[in-house]
């Protein structure tokens, strides 16, 4: 691919020390493009690209971040919010303090850095916005309840913004990956103790998870989807990255609304 002025974008990727956000910041900046990933941790320098810090729970954090990329690159064409955590275990004993964190992190973590690019990115009438959602904004799966519930409001945040921001020139879309081979369990919030009525279920439940061949995935394929949607002139809201049944489970959905769809959820983990 070409690596003309115009085809080389500033890239924002938050959460760019593992996973799938390094995947995007690696493959991104291999095709030439200026990658800024982020980090809350001490870090060595990636080739490549540069990581700067950032917790996107802070707004003063968020925004001197934002202010680094714009004094180095004196601009911002593409933000991918990716940074997120997961969480784990049965809705009745995860307390609103815990579910708080996950929110502050998965659905306000993304507006902060939309709030502290966006008024570049209006003034230059020019932007992408790439919010990583997950399949699980679709369903609720059992003892993930708030992992589904932020990802589902991740989607409706990332709609209505998309339908703000349309006069500005300012693209918003969604990209729900299924599973990747990322650290994103061994990061997972969970409660301090799982009551004792769910612990049977939840172990199965975990264990069948934890077991997923989708794991197994290159988070790159992820970062194959969004140098893609960066060089379409009018990308779709929703992307999926995923394959097989978990792409299915999108269209049994569809098909099998209400309680059947639970129950073949609940058979999937036994
Ligand atoms: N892996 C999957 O199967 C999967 C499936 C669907 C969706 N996703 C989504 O993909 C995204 C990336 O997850 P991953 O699987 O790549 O997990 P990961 O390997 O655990 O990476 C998580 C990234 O988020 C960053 N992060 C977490 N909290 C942060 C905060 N408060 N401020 C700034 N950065 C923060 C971490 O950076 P530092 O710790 O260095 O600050 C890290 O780079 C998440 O939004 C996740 O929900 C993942």
């Known amino acids: ?37 982020t980090t809350r941790k001490a870090m060595e320098q990636p080739n490549g690209y540069r990581l700067v810090d950032m917790d996107i729970t802070d707004e ?4 001197r971040g934002v202010e680094e990329v714009l004094r180095e690159a004196g ?23 815990l579910a708080l964190t996950l929110l502050d992190t998965n659905v306000l973590g993304a507006h902060r850095v939309c709030r502290a690019v966006l008024p570049g990115m209006r003034d230059r009438k020019a932007g992408l916005i790439i919010n990583i959602s997950s399949l ?33 020139g300012i693209h918003v879309v969604s990209l729900q990956p299924g599973e990747y081979n990322t650290k994103i369990a061994t990061s997972r919030l969970k409660p301090a103790t799982i009551s004792a009525v769910y612990e049977k279920a939840y172990a199965r439940t975990m264990d069948v998870l934890g077991s997923s ?58």
Do not use: W
């Open 1 to 37: 691919m070409s690596s003309s002025s115009s085809f080389v974008k500033v890239v924002l990727v938050t959460g760019g020390s593992s996973g799938i956000g390094q995947a995007i910041c690696v493959r991104l900046a291999a095709q030439g493009h200026r990658v800024f990933g």
């Open 60 to 63: 003063a954090s968020v925004q």
């Open 75 to 97: 601009r911002i064409d593409v933000v991918v919010n990716n940074a997120g955590l997961g969480i784990q275990g049965p809705a009745e004993d995860i307390t609103p303090e």
């Open 136 to 168: 699980a904004a679709n369903f609720g799966l059992p003892f993930r309840s708030f992992y589904s519930a932020s990802k589902a409001a991740l989607e409706r945040y990332t709609e209505t913004l998309s339908m703000e921001l349309e006069p500005f």
């Open 213 to 270: 061949l989708h794991y197994s995935r290159d988070p790159d394929e992820v970062a194959v989807m969004v140098a893609e949607i960066m060089v379409t002139a009018k990308p779709k809201s929703v992307y999926r990255a995923a394959h097989g049944m978990q792409l299915f489970s999108i269209l049994a959905k569809k098909l099998f609304p209400g309680r059947r769809f639970e129950q073949m959820v609940m058979k999937h983990y036994k």
